[in-house]
């Protein structure tokens, strides 16, 4: 038959390896088949095709799934060796199924219908991650640490507030990758080629079996637009990199004896016995920039593309996958390094007032004691020490005023003390345990409202 001549014309050659994209399509065989389903039933619904052809293709559906992926016959593509395995099952009635599509419709349907689970996979990832953040945090909301700006000492903190500043972060992530969700999960289907067809389809009743919340309307929008992968692929790409973050600090931490990594998430190294590597942590970092490399290379492949459908669409795809697949992988070992690290608050405490990190709360003592801010903020920059007489040289040597006259002793005295000039910053978002008892309960409302 004529299909079979253009079959044999088309489907040799030096080039055929390099078209196919059969070993990548391994990932939507079971969307394709969805998608076969749901075309074939409105098909019959619609009187397109005869319910007695439907049945027959419905029933090599079914037999081509159980024989699986590996089991189809060479194709282009996963969607040409579904369509040359119902036709090898049931004859030349077999080539009913691709009334009112083209591959170009279909490709793109079943890349959203993966994808799709493949951000919610995603999204579901980011909150088990939020999870053990917030039970981490949860465990040391009075755990003093120190917090740094440029890596240099700059006010203590607990663990519980730093834990806190990276689950505000995912939970923007998760909303990022939901999002990106909600304009993934339309349906191109019916778009055809680009054209649309001249039958009369249903293109809400496919988008309603494939369980698309919508249609994406104009056909040649439909079947080239590959906007929605752009969007996962940032989210994900902005997922990575707030968890590169989080890596960053640990493997910094873990260099200062700030943190401690368990061994499960840690690497030794060949020759040198005493090591122990912040490893994983370390292929966390690099992620982001796997990640951000899929989203340059994915707009890179779309950018300039003519309307409609150009085969440069088949290279896109992958850049979706490897992504989701990367950026979730990280993101799971980096919430199992936060749920069994441990936070050794002696060395913490330590390292909290090093590098006179109080030297704010003091200065923000003296201010609300009445000076301008910027004279006591001149006072202990002149001090340069939490050292009482240095600071009442420097209030003397600023105002021409004893220390004492400028403000109470015991306060600057407390503002001195790490854990005190935490609890002193009880402001909204701030990192005092009162402050942050409130954060961890709205935090855990954001979870269970995501969940
Ligand atoms: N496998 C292709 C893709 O991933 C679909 C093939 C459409 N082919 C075509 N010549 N229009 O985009």
């Not at 490399?293 to 490897?322: C, E, F, I, M, V």
């Not at 020490?385 to 009442?392: E, N, Y």
Request: include cysteine; charge should be negative.
């Amino acid at each position: 038959d004529s299909t079979a001549v253009r079959r044999d014309r088309f489907s040799g050659g030096p080039a055929r390896e390099f078209l196919s994209s059969m070993d990548a399509d391994a990932r939507i065989f079971a969307a394709d088949l969805a998608v076969d389903r749901a075309h074939v039933v409105m098909l019959a619904e619609q009187g397109i095709i005869e319910a007695s052809a439907a049945e027959t293709i419905l029933g090599a559906l079914d037999d081509v799934e159980s024989a699986g992926f590996d089991a189809l016959p060479d194709g282009e593509d996963v969607h040409e060796a579904i369509e040359t395995a119902v036709i090898d099952r049931v004859g030349p009635v077999g080539g009913k199924m691709h009334t009112a599509r083209s591959r170009n419709d279909e490709v793109a349907t079943c890349i959203r219908h993966r994808f799709r689970d493949d951000l919610l996979d995603a999204a579901e990832t980011t909150i088990a991650f939020r999870e053990a953040l917030l039970e981490t945090a949860a465990a040391h909301a009075d755990t003093v640490m120190p917090g740094y700006t440029h890596l240099q000492p700059a006010q203590p903190v607990t663990v519980a507030h730093f834990l806190l500043s990276y689950e505000s972060a995912v939970a923007r992530d998760t909303e990022r990758l939901l999002d990106a969700y909600a304009r993934t999960n339309r349906s191109p289907l019916g778009a055809a080629a680009f054209g649309g067809t001249p039958f009369d389809i249903d293109r809400e009743r496919t988008a309603d079996l494939l369980g698309f919340d919508s249609v994406v309307e104009n056909s040649m929008d439909a079947s080239s637009t590959r906007d929605f992968l752009v969007e996962g692929v940032s989210a994900l790409a902005g997922l990575a990199t707030t968890v590169s973050g989080l890596a960053e600090d640990l493997v910094v931490f873990s260099n200062k004896g700030l943190v401690s990594l368990s061994d499960d998430y840690a690497s030794t190294s060949s020759i040198m016995p005493q090591k122990k590597n912040p490893d994983t942590l370390e292929l966390v970092r690099a992620t982001a920039g796997d990640a951000t490399g899929a989203l340059q290379g994915l707009l890179t492949t779309l950018k300039g593309l003519p309307r409609a459908y150009n085969r440069d669409l088949q290279s896109a795809t992958g850049y979706g996958w490897t992504a989701v697949d990367e950026v979730a992988e990280a993101v799971e070992v980096v919430a199992g390094a936060v749920a069994t690290a441990e936070w050794p608050a002696d060395a913490l405490a330590d390292a909290a007032g090093e590098g006179f990190s109080t030297a704010t709360g003091v200065a923000d003592t003296l201010a609300m004691a009445g000076l301008p801010f910027r004279t006591a903020h001149e006072i202990v920059a002149e001090a340069g020490t939490g050292d009482l007489a240095a600071l009442d040289g420097a209030a003397r040597e600023v105002t021409g005023e004893p220390l004492a006259d400028l403000a109470d002793g015991e306060a600057v005295e407390a503002a001195l003390d790490p854990a005190a000039s935490v609890a002193m910053r009880d402001s909204f978002g701030g990192p005092a345990p009162d402050a942050v008892a409130g954060a961890l309960d709205r935090a855990a409302d954001g979870v269970a409202a995501d969940v």
